[in-house]
């Protein structure tokens, strides 16, 4: 009885979490956007019609990144928060990456 309380307990607090990390996304595109103009374009196409998949000469367009079905809040969150290789470390706010994934998942097809 006690472990299924826990488990429970595990799964609401997991749900809850969902949603708060949902809602911090239910921002403004447009603000979305521009973080994502500041920071990315240099490198990203950051359109909605973006195509290049990637190459060692090029990053993948966020429109690409956006229809990986890999690509979630989670996983950009995670990625974004990181350094990698050849991507400038930026060391972006909560707020920044949260607002370059939202812009990055309003793309989605």
Not at 28 to 55: M, P, Q, Y
Not at 77 to 89: I, N, V
Request: glycine share 8%; aromatic share 6%; hydrophobic share 50%.
């Amino acid at each position: 009885m006690a472990i299924h309380r826990i488990v429970r307990a595990v799964l609401v607090s997991m749900l809850f979490l969902q949603m708060g990390a949902l809602g911090a996304f239910a921002q403004d595109v447009a603000a979305d956007e521009t973080v994502a103009k500041t920071w990315c374009a240099g490198c990203h196409d950051v359109g909605a019609i973006g195509r290049n998949l990637g190459s060692d000469a090029r990053p993948p367009a966020f429109a690409a990144i956006a229809n990986m079905n890999s690509t979630t809040a989670m996983s950009l969150g995670a990625f974004l928060s990181t350094p990698h290789g050849q991507m400038p470390d930026y060391n972006l706010s909560r707020n920044d990456i949260a607002n370059v994934s939202a812009y990055i998942l309003n793309l989605r097809k």
